[in-house]
Every structure is written in C-alpha cells, then in structure tokens.
Nanobody, 123 residues
C-alpha cells in the first residue's frame, strides 16, 4: 500500500505564494507518475498538474505560468509551487500516484491519493 501525505496548505492573500509538498512511501517512487488535483466546495475534483518519471510536466490551462510541479526522487517527494494565487485557486489540493508511469489528467487513472491539504486565497 502506497501512502501519501500532503503538507504546506494554508491561508494566503491574492497574489501570494504557497508551496505544497507530498511525501510518498515505498521504494518505487521514481517510477511513478505524480499528479496534483484540487476540489473546491460544490465542484468536481479537477486536474492541476502532472509530472512523469522522466520529469516531463503538464499543467491545466488555469494554472499554467503560475504553478510549477517538481519532484525529488531522493526524498520521495513531489512539490507544487503556487505563485500569483487567486481566490479561484481556493480548494483542497490532493496529490496522487499513477503506478503504471503513464501520463494523463483523469483522476480515475490514479491509484493512490493523499488526504488533501486546504488552500484558501483571500481577495
């Protein structure tokens, strides 16, 4: 069983920055595709960013140019640097593991999920 623990959420003013971290258990982290998703109240979970085992990245249009996903395989950790935050970025942010190493933006293709961390951006 792979376990994921997110941290780094909080309350920030519009225009500010936060850095989310997600620590992943196990020995196969470097082989996984890692994704970040978010869910705002009353809305469906949506894709934010993904990073492959080869460090290729892809972003949702809504965060492109503001968010950066990265990974540190030595620490079994994936990060989401969020800059120029907007009130509409307010959501619970989840990291997720895709074991087969393929890409993709659909939540149903991810095998394990963290518990989520709240990000609130005030206007």
């Amino acid at each position: 069983q792979v376990q994921l623990v997110e941290s780094g959420g909080g309350l920030v003013q519009a225009g500010g920055s936060l850095r989310l971290s997600c620590a992943v258990s196990g020995r196969s982290f470097s082989l996984y595709t890692m994704g970040w998703f978010r869910q705002a109240p009353g809305k469906e979970r949506e894709f934010v960013a993904v990073i492959s085992s080869a460090h290729s990245t892809y972003y949702a249009d809504s965060v492109k140019g503001r968010f950066t996903i990265s990974r540190d395989n030595a620490k079994n950790t994936v990060y989401l640097q969020m800059n120029s935050l907007r009130p509409e970025d307010t959501a619970v942010y989840y990291c997720a593991v895709r074991r087969d190493g393929l890409g993709g933006t659909s939540a149903q293709n991810y095998n394990y999920w963290g518990q989520g961390t709240q990000v609130t951006v005030s206007s």
